[in-house]
């Protein structure tokens, strides 16, 4: 499991405008940025992001959170969040307890 301190790291480092702009064309309306939802179909744009506090929030389906929500809703892991950061994250290891060191996702020893 990756430590909440590193996780914080993370967050801190990644902005979520970037990360969302992979997926969905953003347009800027006011301070939020709005675009059609990834999740779900739709015509008209309900997907918000707030670059100011590093969240979405979708009022058509409700998904919401941060970079590391929306990439597990993408992806069951974060490599394109972890890339964006930079740091070397650390995991334990299933089964083996063992800590293992991986950038952007890819296992390096």
């Given at each position: 499991m990756i430590p909440p301190k590193q996780v914080q790291e993370i967050l801190?480092?990644?902005?979520?405008?970037?990360?969302?702009?992979?997926?969905?064309?953003?347009?800027?309306?006011g301070v939020n940025m709005i675009g059609l939802c990834?999740?779900?179909g739709e015509r008209t744009p309900s997907f918000n992001v707030n670059p100011a506090r590093n969240?979405?929030?979708?009022?058509?389906?409700g998904?919401?959170?941060?970079?590391?929500?929306?990439?597990?809703?993408?992806k069951?892991?974060?490599p394109r969040?972890?890339?964006l950061a930079g740091p070397?994250?650390?995991h334990r290891n299933s089964?083996?307890?063992?800590?293992?060191?991986?950038?952007?996702?890819s296992p390096t020893g």
């Open positions: 801190d480092a990644t902005r979520i405008e970037e990360v969302v702009e992979d997926f969905v064309t953003l347009k800027r309306r990834p999740f779900h969240i979405f929030k979708c009022f058509g389906c998904k919401a959170g941060d970079a590391i929500t929306f990439e597990g809703a993408r069951p892991y974060l969040s972890a890339a070397e994250i650390q089964g083996s307890g063992a800590l293992a060191r991986t950038n952007g996702g």
